[in-house]
Every structure is written in C-alpha cells, then in structure tokens.
C-alpha cells in the first residue's frame, strides 16, 4: 500500500483529484459489493439458473480490476491503466445490462460500482494526459 501511496502522490493530478486515502475506504465498501452480486452471479450461471455467457462480462471485469493496480503501481504505465479502466468500465456496463433482465436486484446493486468507475475512469483520463512525458 506504501508503494500505491507514494505513486499516487507522485502523479500530477487536477485539483479535484481525491486524496490517497479515499481510495481504501471505497474499494472496500465496493468489493463487498462486488462480492455478493458476482458470487450470485457466478453461482446461478454454475447452477445453470442463467446461461453461462451472462457470466462472460463479469469474470472479463474481475480480470480488469484485478490488473489496474499492477499497471499503473508496479508498471507504473499510465497508457495501459487508462486503457485498462476504460475496459473496467465497458465490461461493468456490459454486466448490467446482461443481468438486469435476468436478476434486476444485481443491476441496481451495482449503481455505486458503476458511478465509482465513472468517476475513476475520467480521473485516469485525466492523470494520463496531465503526465505525457
């Protein structure tokens, strides 16, 4: 976490950028969040209650999530980060629009998720082209 901090402050960022230790408290609440509707979701696609291909955006957005602390903390590559949340963001609004006619409680549930990532990815945006070198 040490590393992420100090990175994060060594990044140039716009004035609105929220401080480091936002980012713990939030993803926290999140991955909670991503934990019950997920699991759900991987647990009916294993029980064969919904088609298997409901499943395919959510396990693409784990593996996104999953990958943008690595690139832009330990690569420290602002391009592949940004290109990374860019496809964080496309597989979260692919997942709800694929289970909303299938189990809408899961939809909503992702709300927080969703604005979150909204916000992250102009921020990433942001941060990328604030630091072109």
């Known amino acids: ?9 060594q990044l140039a960022k716009p004035s609105w950028a929220p401080p480091a230790w936002i980012f713990g408290p939030v993803w926290s609440v999140l991955y909670v969040i991503i934990a019950l509707t997920f699991g759900t979701v991987f647990y009916t ?10 499943a395919l955006p959510f396990a693409l957005n784990l593996i996104f999530n999953l990958a943008f602390t690595p ?11 940004a290109l990374d949340i860019v496809l964080l963001l496309a597989t979260l609004v692919w997942s709800i629009i694929v289970i909303d006619p299938r189990i809408p409680w899961i939809a909503y549930a992702l709300i927080p998720y969703l604005l979150w990532v909204c916000f992250a990815t102009v921020l990433q945006l942001t941060i990328t ?3 072109i070198k």
């Open 45 to 54: 696609t294993f029980t064969g209650s919904i088609p298997q291909l409901v």
């Open 71 to 81: 690139l832009q903390f330990t690569l420290k590559n602002n391009y592949l980060a």
């Open 129 to 131: 082209v604030m630091n």
């Open 1 to 9: 976490m040490g590393n992420t901090f100090s990175r994060y402050q």
